[in-house]
Protein backbone atom coordinates (compact mmCIF):
# COMPACT_ATOMS: atom_id res chain seq x y z
CA UNK A 1 0.00 0.00 0.00
CA UNK A 2 1.57 3.28 -0.53
CA UNK A 3 1.25 6.02 1.66
CA UNK A 4 1.11 9.82 1.07
CA UNK A 5 4.26 11.65 1.91
CA UNK A 6 6.12 14.86 1.31
CA UNK A 7 9.40 14.67 -1.01
CA UNK A 8 11.97 17.52 -0.22
CA UNK A 9 13.30 18.65 -3.69
CA UNK A 10 16.36 21.41 -3.70
CA UNK A 11 15.74 23.76 -6.07
CA UNK A 12 19.87 24.39 -6.22
CA UNK A 13 21.01 20.93 -6.06
CA UNK A 14 18.47 19.03 -7.41
CA UNK A 15 18.41 16.54 -4.91
CA UNK A 16 15.22 14.25 -4.14
CA UNK A 17 14.27 13.58 -0.74
CA UNK A 18 13.51 10.42 -0.24
CA UNK A 19 14.00 9.48 -4.25
CA UNK A 20 13.37 5.91 -5.55
CA UNK A 21 16.47 5.40 -8.20
CA UNK A 22 18.93 7.64 -9.75
CA UNK A 23 21.60 7.52 -12.51
CA UNK A 24 24.49 9.94 -14.05
CA UNK A 25 25.49 10.90 -17.58
CA UNK A 26 29.02 10.68 -18.13
CA UNK A 27 30.00 12.74 -21.51
CA UNK A 28 31.23 9.74 -23.02
CA UNK A 29 28.01 7.89 -22.82
CA UNK A 30 26.83 10.82 -25.07
CA UNK A 31 29.28 9.55 -27.38
CA UNK A 32 27.94 10.65 -31.63
CA UNK A 33 25.39 13.58 -29.75
CA UNK A 34 27.58 16.29 -30.86
CA UNK A 35 28.17 17.45 -34.36
CA UNK A 36 31.56 17.57 -33.99
CA UNK A 37 32.66 14.50 -33.49
CA UNK A 38 36.95 15.45 -32.65
CA UNK A 39 36.14 18.28 -30.22
CA UNK A 40 33.68 15.40 -27.92
CA UNK A 41 36.93 13.22 -27.86
CA UNK A 42 38.66 16.36 -26.79
CA UNK A 43 36.71 17.36 -23.84
CA UNK A 44 36.27 13.41 -22.71
CA UNK A 45 40.37 12.75 -22.72
CA UNK A 46 41.19 16.66 -21.09
CA UNK A 47 37.87 17.27 -19.00
CA UNK A 48 37.94 13.73 -17.23
CA UNK A 49 35.43 12.37 -18.73
CA UNK A 50 33.40 15.25 -16.72
CA UNK A 51 29.45 14.31 -15.70
CA UNK A 52 27.08 16.18 -17.91
CA UNK A 53 24.05 15.44 -16.14
CA UNK A 54 22.23 13.06 -13.36
CA UNK A 55 18.61 12.46 -13.50
CA UNK A 56 16.72 11.68 -9.87
CA UNK A 57 13.12 9.83 -10.02
CA UNK A 58 10.33 9.53 -7.18
CA UNK A 59 8.88 6.60 -8.63
CA UNK A 60 6.04 4.18 -7.26
CA UNK A 61 5.05 1.20 -10.28
CA UNK A 62 1.79 0.85 -8.68
CA UNK A 63 1.11 4.54 -9.14
CA UNK A 64 0.01 6.16 -12.90
CA UNK A 65 2.38 9.35 -11.93
CA UNK A 66 6.07 10.27 -11.34
CA UNK A 67 8.14 12.84 -10.57
CA UNK A 68 11.96 14.08 -9.99
CA UNK A 69 14.65 15.82 -11.62
CA UNK A 70 17.29 16.92 -14.19
CA UNK A 71 20.10 18.20 -13.09
CA UNK A 72 22.43 19.42 -15.83
CA UNK A 73 26.20 20.69 -15.90
CA UNK A 74 27.01 24.09 -18.05
CA UNK A 75 29.77 22.86 -20.48
CA UNK A 76 30.34 23.12 -24.30
CA UNK A 77 31.35 20.46 -27.06
CA UNK A 78 33.07 22.34 -30.39
CA UNK A 79 30.39 25.55 -29.15
CA UNK A 80 26.86 23.32 -28.82
CA UNK A 81 26.36 23.40 -25.21
CA UNK A 82 25.52 20.35 -22.96
CA UNK A 83 22.64 18.60 -23.63
CA UNK A 84 20.48 15.57 -22.76
CA UNK A 85 19.69 12.34 -25.10
CA UNK A 86 16.30 13.39 -26.24
CA UNK A 87 13.41 11.29 -26.70
CA UNK A 88 9.88 10.57 -27.99
CA UNK A 89 7.81 8.86 -24.99
CA UNK A 90 6.88 5.04 -25.83
CA UNK A 91 3.33 5.72 -25.38
CA UNK A 92 1.55 8.23 -27.51
CA UNK A 93 -0.48 9.47 -25.56
CA UNK A 94 1.94 10.63 -22.63
CA UNK A 95 3.41 14.12 -22.38
CA UNK A 96 5.17 15.59 -19.73
CA UNK A 97 6.04 19.11 -17.41
CA UNK A 98 9.49 20.50 -17.02
CA UNK A 99 9.54 22.90 -14.18
CA UNK A 100 12.61 24.77 -14.39
CA UNK A 101 14.33 25.56 -10.78
CA UNK A 102 17.48 26.64 -11.27
CA UNK A 103 19.94 27.39 -14.40
CA UNK A 104 19.13 28.69 -17.70
CA UNK A 105 18.54 26.27 -20.79
CA UNK A 106 16.55 25.86 -23.89
CA UNK A 107 14.22 22.79 -24.25
CA UNK A 108 14.43 21.97 -28.42
CA UNK A 109 11.22 19.84 -29.38
CA UNK A 110 10.07 18.37 -32.77
CA UNK A 111 7.26 16.82 -33.72
CA UNK A 112 6.75 13.55 -35.54
CA UNK A 113 5.48 15.70 -38.47
CA UNK A 114 9.44 17.41 -38.03
CA UNK A 115 7.79 20.93 -36.81
CA UNK A 116 10.31 22.19 -34.18
CA UNK A 117 10.14 24.58 -31.49
CA UNK A 118 11.68 25.50 -28.31
CA UNK A 119 10.72 26.97 -24.87
CA UNK A 120 13.08 28.56 -22.63
CA UNK A 121 13.94 27.30 -19.51
CA UNK A 122 14.32 29.64 -16.38
CA UNK A 123 13.47 29.33 -12.88
CA UNK A 124 9.25 30.07 -12.86
CA UNK A 125 9.29 28.23 -15.77
CA UNK A 126 6.84 25.39 -16.48
CA UNK A 127 7.39 24.03 -20.02
CA UNK A 128 4.30 21.72 -21.34
CA UNK A 129 5.66 18.90 -23.48
CA UNK A 130 2.62 17.58 -25.79
CA UNK A 131 2.71 13.69 -26.39
CA UNK A 132 4.52 12.94 -29.73
CA UNK A 133 6.96 15.65 -29.31
CA UNK A 134 10.75 14.64 -29.00
CA UNK A 135 12.16 16.75 -26.20
CA UNK A 136 15.90 17.35 -25.68
CA UNK A 137 17.15 19.81 -23.08
CA UNK A 138 20.15 22.03 -22.86
CA UNK A 139 22.33 23.73 -20.69
CA UNK A 140 22.76 27.25 -22.22
CA UNK A 141 24.18 29.06 -18.84
CA UNK A 142 27.39 28.71 -16.80
CA UNK A 143 25.97 27.50 -13.77
CA UNK A 144 23.65 24.01 -13.23
CA UNK A 145 20.72 23.81 -15.05
CA UNK A 146 18.12 21.94 -12.20
CA UNK A 147 14.51 20.79 -13.00
CA UNK A 148 11.38 19.07 -12.52
CA UNK A 149 9.74 16.35 -14.94
CA UNK A 150 6.79 15.01 -14.20
CA UNK A 151 4.60 12.58 -16.36
CA UNK A 152 3.38 9.00 -16.49
CA UNK A 153 5.07 6.04 -14.44
CA UNK A 154 4.80 3.71 -18.27
CA UNK A 155 5.43 6.91 -20.03
CA UNK A 156 8.49 5.15 -22.13
CA UNK A 157 11.58 6.76 -23.88
CA UNK A 158 12.17 5.74 -27.10
CA UNK A 159 15.58 7.23 -27.83
CA UNK A 160 16.43 5.44 -30.90
CA UNK A 161 14.69 7.70 -33.22
CA UNK A 162 16.99 10.68 -32.61
CA UNK A 163 19.93 8.63 -31.38
CA UNK A 164 19.17 7.69 -35.07
CA UNK A 165 18.85 11.04 -37.25
CA UNK A 166 19.80 13.46 -34.58
CA UNK A 167 17.32 16.92 -34.23
CA UNK A 168 16.64 19.07 -37.02
CA UNK A 169 18.57 21.81 -34.76
CA UNK A 170 21.34 22.41 -32.94
CA UNK A 171 22.14 24.61 -30.34
CA UNK A 172 25.63 26.37 -29.88
CA UNK A 173 27.27 29.64 -28.92
CA UNK A 174 27.20 32.23 -31.16
CA UNK A 175 29.11 35.65 -30.12
CA UNK A 176 28.26 34.31 -26.02
CA UNK A 177 24.38 33.82 -26.87
CA UNK A 178 22.79 30.88 -27.45
CA UNK A 179 21.92 30.34 -31.23
CA UNK A 180 19.58 28.02 -33.17
CA UNK A 181 21.31 26.57 -35.89
CA UNK A 182 19.79 23.59 -38.79
CA UNK A 183 22.01 20.40 -38.18
CA UNK A 184 24.13 20.19 -41.39
CA UNK A 185 23.77 16.49 -40.64
CA UNK A 186 19.89 15.94 -40.54
C1 LIG B 1 13.32 13.32 -18.33
C2 LIG B 1 14.59 12.92 -19.10
C3 LIG B 1 15.88 13.43 -18.48
C4 LIG B 1 17.12 12.98 -19.26
O1 LIG B 1 13.27 12.66 -17.12
O2 LIG B 1 14.61 11.51 -19.20
O3 LIG B 1 15.86 14.83 -18.47
O4 LIG B 1 16.95 13.16 -20.63
P1 LIG B 1 17.11 11.92 -21.62
O5 LIG B 1 16.26 10.84 -21.06
O6 LIG B 1 16.61 12.43 -22.94
O7 LIG B 1 18.55 11.55 -21.64
C5 LIG B 1 12.15 12.95 -19.22
O8 LIG B 1 11.89 13.63 -20.18
N1 LIG B 1 11.47 11.83 -18.95
O9 LIG B 1 10.45 11.45 -19.73
ZN1 LIG C 1 10.36 12.71 -21.45
Given at each position: ??????????????????????Y????S?????????????????????????E?V?Y?????????G???????????????????????????????????????????????????????????F????????S???G?????????????????????????M??????R????????????
Amino acid sequence: MLFPEGVAIDGISGEVTPSTDRYTKKLSELSGLFHDAAAFDKVVAEGGDPIAYEVVDYRKQECDICFGTTIMMPGQVGGEYFMTRGHFHERKDCGEGYYTQSGEGLLLLESREGEVRTVEMKPGICAFIPPEWAHRSINTGSEKLVFVWFCATDAGHDYGTIRERGMRKLVVERDGRPAIIDNPNF
